[in-house]
């Protein structure tokens, strides 16, 4: 069997966040490791701000891959993989801080589960409140009581809403089995990441659903580590967001439900579910897009008249 160099491959993918990176890897270089060997390896998504420069200027022992332009999470995650020499990867979000000795947490629950594949750390807001980074499969009932909607936050304990994000077994602290995890903090075996051919690179969004599906299919377990703790700055790692970006999230974003739904109950092209899935998720995309555009011209606006 091919001995790895390393226990751990630190694979973190940016575009345009140079100041978040810096904040991700300076964090990494404080954490808590327990004396487990590391690479660290940023791939770059042909970030305009000098990103690159950065992490070769201020951290050298990083490996770098500089792509000429956006392949997207999936593809970009896959190529940090491909030249790794470690017996785990870490999948970590540009936009995150380490705390303490998250990362080591999780490879002890690897090495202690030989049924655990792959296993998550506990995503926090910056004021440390959860972000529930570990989930059952959604349902028709998570389109309304989801982790962000509107409901949500009127009903935070709605038994649909609890269920889905495990809240019950978040509170016990003790690592748990979930059905997917986000991949903002993400840790694998090298041979089951291989398994599973890695990450879909034809998905834009819920691919993190579809690895985890495909990792369980194999008789492997998908866990969550309370106490491996982890603060992320949701949705800002990606650079500034404009109403046309925006509006592109939103729409992959309801691809992937879609494709996700179908594959996921094996919908054949004319099963009447597979239809309505469509119809529902086209709704809801427009009513957010249109909600983004309405947002974006109040901003305009107000930014208009403040500049008179």
Not at 126 to 154: E, I, M, Y
Not at 190 to 218: M, N, P, Q, W
Not at 279 to 297: E, P
Request: aromatic fraction near 10%; charged fraction near 25%; proline fraction near 3%.
């Amino acid at each position: 069997m091919e001995q790895n160099r390393y226990d751990l491959a630190v694979i973190i993918v940016g575009l345009n966040a140079r100041e978040y990176v810096r904040g991700c890897l300076a964090s990494l270089l404080r954490a808590n490791m327990c004396d487990r060997t590391h690479e660290i390896i940023y791939v770059d998504n042909g970030s305009t701000d000098d990103s690159v420069l950065m992490v070769q200027t201020k951290f050298p022992g990083v490996k770098v891959i500089a792509n000429d332009r956006n392949r997207g999470f999936c593809e970009a995650a896959n190529q940090g993989a491909a030249i790794a020499d470690s017996r785990y990867y870490f999948f970590l979000n540009d936009d995150t801080i380490v705390l303490e000795d998250a990362i080591p947490l999780l490879i002890e629950v690897l090495e202690a589960v030989p049924t655990a594949g792959m296993i998550g750390s506990r995503l926090l807001n910056p004021d440390l409140t959860d972000q529930w980074s570990g989930r059952r499969f959604p349902s028709a009932g998570n389109a309304l009581f989801g982790r962000r909607s509107v409901l949500s936050r009127f009903f935070p304990n709605v038994k649909v809403l609890a269920d889905y994000l495990y809240k019950s077994q978040l509170k016990q602290g003790s690592p748990f089995e979930v059905d997917w995890i986000s991949a903002a903090a993400l840790m694998i075996r090298r041979e089951s990441f291989e398994r599973v051919g890695g990450f879909a690179e034809d998905y834009y969004y819920f691919h993190e659903l579809l690895i985890c599906k495909r990792l369980t299919e194999r008789g492997q377990k998908v866990m969550l580590h309370p106490g491996s703790r982890i603060i992320h700055y949701e949705g800002v790692g990606s650079g500034t967001r404009t109403y046309t970006i925006k509006k592109k999230h939103i729409i992959n974003f309801h691809i992937g439900a879609y494709r996700w739904y179908c594959e996921h109950y094996n919908l054949h092209l004319l099963n009447p579910r597979r239809w309505a899935c469509a119809v529902a998720v086209s709704i809801r995309a427009a009513a957010l897009i249109a909600a983004a555009r309405l947002r974006d011209a109040f901003r305009r606006s107000a930014t208009s008249i403040a500049a008179q």
